[in-house]
């Protein structure tokens, strides 16, 4: 299952964030990850919580991203569930036609290893494709 928390730059989607991730850690019986940009959230989020910050692995392409998110998860089967905040930004693109590939992926992937995903993007739900839309 992958989420889509998608809104303007300043519209409170981290803040929905962090509720999401705290609230997690009550209801999920698994590990939760939670990727950033970099530490911005150290300080909100529950110490049970994974945080990792993007800018410290070389994480510039939607196809770099699949195998670092495969690679969290084959040195851990106990993930329930991963956080994205703002991924076109640890992406290094914003298109929306890889965005949407990246996506079905991750629902894929998700749907296979049962791991749900929540993923924030700065950007205007109306600009968004049908593929991304139904995401959101």
Known sequence: MVRVIMDGAGTGKTKQLIDLLNAAVTTEHGNIICIEPNLDLTY???HDIRLVAANEYPIRSF???QGFL???YAGNY???HIFVDNLCKIAGSKDPVEVEQFLNWLDNFGDRNS???TIT???TPDLAT???KKYC
């Open 121 to 123: 993007m700065s950007s």
């Open 63 to 65: 196809d770099k991203l």
């Open 70 to 72: 495969c690679g969290l």
């Open 78 to 80: 106990d993930i329930t």
């Open 130 to 132: 049908d593929g991304i």
């Open 44 to 46: 909100n989020i529950h």
């Open 115 to 117: 791991i749900k995903f």
